[in-house]
């Protein structure tokens, strides 16, 4: 089984997705115009440009890049697509669509059947005919004369033999006096024939010189118009090479443009990996710094920790030392001062108690201290990470969005690159079909010169005839006006004297009519 597939134009890649490939002749004509390819015109998802180690925040910018891209290169191709349809709408009304039935079913070139079809052939035709005319108008004349001068002597002739039956006295007298009619009717016929023929002469001279004279004109606008062609082809030949000398110009700035382009680029990613290294060492020595920061506040935290408690040490020395001396005292002034060293060891014990309160504060208020410099240290270090990464987000963003700059550049470059492509082959194809129609005209104007040399000789050549035929009945005294009167009428119905004569010539193939309406007539392709 043999699967038809459905043709898809712009219109219907949106209705579809934009998943299918565009495969109208039309919109396949459009893209080609804008320099678009219809790979280009296809929707890709967000997955086609996720890659391994690119963020979201980068796939998500490539797809809405691209995407914008898809979307103008597809409004583009509808607006090229809409001017086809405008332009095959306008050429509909000139018969364009029948010339391309008509030349796909007779095998020639559209150029030609315009060609043939031109105002220019049609004037040569009709001058064509008109010296057809001229022709037949003059072969008619004189083979009516010739036709009248043997239905004279036809009329004398039967006339003589009806006379015979009378007497032969006056036969004799009607025979010399009929001889003597017709030696003068033979000597004015004579006389008449010569002038016929001096006069046919004449005219045939003057026929010969008018011909040869518009020869002359032919020949003299066919070598004007073959300069004038000559002189077009030598500055179409100029143009060109100036536009191709401008092409390769422009393809060379466009060279070195890109390799100036290439070279900043390698230049920007030197400075770049530049730049990274110097950040990298100067995140590492802030790193040292803090390192060594933490260090010494660690350092002066365990020394005033330390202090501190030597001072307690030292103040449990002295306490104690107070206590020795007051244990002495008091074992001296133990019956004298009962009450007051009772109340002096309640005081010393509170004031040890409040003492002991005193440094568990200090301590919990050393840790506390601790505890927030950790706290700060851990943040500002959170901070700084997240400045970095925050950097190094922003340096591949400007790197991604610096790629598909370059990236909408390139697609720009080779797109006008395909249009330019594009319109210089539909250049050569105007040339091309212009070298045809005039290549077809000149053709036909050959032909139609040789045909009317071909009419003329046929006219020189009938005339001829007739004469010898009549010659050959005078010479036999029997006349048959009728016979030649046939003769000259089938002579005139020969085609080279005749409208037939263009439409039944063997240098050229009819091309069938076309069954539309305003379809362009018959015409004779070369």
Same mark, same amino acid.
């Given at each position: 089984?043999?699967?038809? #597939?459905?043709?898809?134009?712009?219109?219907?890649?949106?209705?579809?997705?934009?998943?299918?490939?565009?495969?109208?002749?039309?919109?396949?004509?459009?893209?080609?115009?804008?320099?678009?390819?219809?790979?280009?015109?296809?929707?890709?998802?967000?997955?086609?440009?996720?890659?391994?180690?690119?963020?979201?925040?980068?796939?998500?910018?490539?797809?809405?890049?691209?995407?914008?891209?898809?979307? /103008?290169?597809?409004?583009?191709? =509808?607006?090229?697509?809409? +001017?086809?349809?405008?332009?095959? =709408?306008?050429?509909?009304?000139?018969?364009?669509?029948?010339?391309?039935?008509?030349?796909?079913?007779?095998?020639?070139?559209?150029?030609?059947?315009?060609?043939?079809?031109?105002?220019?052939?049609?004037?040569?035709?009709?001058?064509?005919?008109?010296?057809?005319?001229?022709?037949?108008?003059?072969?008619?004349?004189?083979?009516?004369?010739?036709? #009248?001068?043997?239905?004279?002597?036809?009329?004398?002739?039967?006339?003589?033999?009806?006379?015979?039956?009378?007497?032969?006295?006056?036969?004799?007298?009607?025979?010399?006096?009929? =001889?003597?009619?017709?030696?003068? %009717?033979?000597?004015?016929? $004579?006389?008449?024939?010569?002038?016929?023929?001096?006069?046919?002469?004449?005219?045939?001279?003057?026929?010969?010189?008018?011909?040869?004279?518009?020869?002359?004109?032919?020949?003299?606008? &066919?070598?004007?118009?073959?300069?004038?062609?000559?002189?077009?082809?030598?500055?179409?030949?100029?143009?060109? /090479? %100036? #536009?191709?000398?401008?092409?390769?110009?422009?393809?060379?700035?466009?060279? $070195?443009?890109? *390799?100036?382009?290439?070279?900043? #680029?390698?230049?920007?990613? +030197?400075?770049?990996?530049? %730049?990274?290294?110097?950040?990298?060492?100067? %995140?590492?020595?802030?790193?040292?710094?803090?390192?060594?920061?933490?260090?010494?506040?660690?350092?002066?935290?365990?020394?005033?920790?330390?202090?501190?408690?030597?001072?307690?040490?030292?103040?449990? $020395?002295?306490?104690?030392?107070?206590?020795?001396?007051?244990?002495?005292?008091e074992e001296r002034l133990m019956q004298a001062k009962a009450l007051q060293q009772e109340e &002096?060891?309640? @005081?010393?014990?509170?004031?040890?108690?409040?003492?002991?309160?005193?440094?568990?504060?200090?301590?919990?208020?050393?840790?506390?201290?601790?505890?927030?410099?950790?706290?700060? *240290?851990?943040?500002?270090?959170?901070?700084?990470?997240?400045?970095?990464?925050?950097?190094?987000?922003?340096?591949?963003?400007?790197?991604?969005?610096? &790629?598909?700059?370059?990236?909408?550049?390139?697609?720009?470059?080779?797109?006008?690159?395909?249009? $330019?492509?594009?319109?210089?082959?539909?250049?050569?194809?105007?040339?091309?079909?212009?070298?045809?129609?005039?290549?077809?005209?000149?053709?036909?104007?050959?032909?139609?010169?040789?045909?009317?040399?071909?009419?003329?000789?046929?006219?020189?050549?009938?005339?001829?005839?007739?004469?010898?035929?009549?010659?050959?009945?005078?010479?036999?005294? @029997?006349?048959?006006?009728?016979?030649?009167?046939?003769? !000259?009428?089938?002579?005139?119905?020969?085609?080279?004297?005749?409208?037939?004569? !263009?439409?039944?010539?063997?240098?050229?193939?009819?091309?069938?009519?076309?069954?539309?309406?305003?379809?362009?007539?018959?015409?004779?392709?070369?």
């Amino acid at each position: 089984d043999i699967t038809v #597939k459905a043709s898809v134009s712009l219109d219907d890649l949106e209705e579809r997705g934009g998943t299918v490939l565009v495969n109208s002749p039309r919109s396949l004509q459009a893209c080609k115009l804008e320099g678009v390819l219809p790979q280009e015109l296809m929707h890709k998802p967000p997955e086609c440009f996720a890659e391994k180690n690119l963020s979201p925040r980068l796939v998500k910018l490539r797809y809405d890049f691209f995407e914008a891209k898809r979307r /103008d290169l597809l409004a583009a191709s =509808k607006r090229a697509r809409d +001017a086809l349809i405008a332009d095959e =709408k306008r050429t509909s009304e000139n018969s364009s669509q029948q010339l391309e039935v008509m030349a796909r079913e007779s095998g020639v070139s559209k150029g030609t059947i315009l060609a043939l079809n031109s105002d220019g052939l049609r004037l040569e035709r009709s001058k064509l005919l008109k010296a057809q005319q001229t022709e037949r108008k003059w072969l008619q004349g004189a083979l009516n004369a010739e036709l #009248k001068q043997l239905q004279d002597l036809e009329n004398g002739f039967i006339f003589h033999e009806e006379s015979n039956n009378d007497e032969a006295e006056r036969l004799r007298e009607q025979s010399r006096r009929i =001889k003597e009619l017709n030696d003068k %009717r033979a000597a004015e016929a $004579e006389r008449k024939q010569m002038e016929a023929e001096a006069r046919q002469k004449l005219e045939k001279q003057v026929a010969k010189e008018e011909f040869h004279k518009q020869l002359m004109d032919m020949k003299r606008k &066919g070598e004007l118009e073959a300069q004038k062609q000559k002189e077009a082809y030598m500055r179409q030949v100029a143009e060109a /090479d %100036r #536009k191709r000398q401008a092409e390769i110009d422009k393809e060379r700035k466009r060279e $070195e443009e890109y *390799q100036r382009m290439e070279a900043r #680029k390698s230049e920007m990613r +030197a400075l770049d990996l530049r %730049r990274m290294d110097i950040l990298e060492q100067q %995140r590492l020595a802030k790193q040292q710094q803090f390192a060594g920061l933490q260090a010494k506040r660690d350092d002066r935290i365990m020394s005033s920790i330390q202090a501190n408690m030597e001072m307690e040490q030292r103040r449990r $020395e002295d306490f104690e030392e107070k206590q020795a001396m007051e244990a002495i005292r008091e074992e001296r002034l133990m019956q004298a001062k009962a009450l007051q060293q009772e109340e &002096g060891a309640k @005081k010393s014990y509170q004031l040890m108690l409040r003492r002991k309160n005193i440094q568990d504060e200090a301590t919990k208020r050393m840790e506390d201290r601790r505890n927030a410099i950790l706290e700060q *240290q851990e943040e500002t270090e959170y901070r700084l990470l997240e400045h970095e990464q925050k950097k190094e987000r922003y340096l591949d963003f400007k790197r991604e969005l610096d &790629g598909l700059r370059s990236r909408n550049k390139e697609i720009n470059v080779e797109r006008q690159r395909r249009r $330019e492509e594009t319109t210089r082959e539909m250049i050569a194809e105007q040339v091309r079909k212009k070298d045809d129609k005039i290549d077809t005209l000149n053709a036909e104007r050959r032909r139609m010169m040789e045909l009317r040399r071909y009419a003329q000789t046929e006219a020189y050549r009938a005339r001829e005839q007739v004469k010898t035929e009549i010659m050959r009945q005078r010479i036999r005294s @029997k006349f048959n006006s009728k016979a030649v009167e046939k003769q !000259l009428q089938s002579i005139l119905q020969r085609d080279c004297f005749t409208e037939k004569l !263009l439409t039944k010539s063997v240098s050229t193939p009819n091309i069938r009519t076309v069954g539309h309406q305003g379809a362009a007539p018959p015409v004779e392709a070369q």
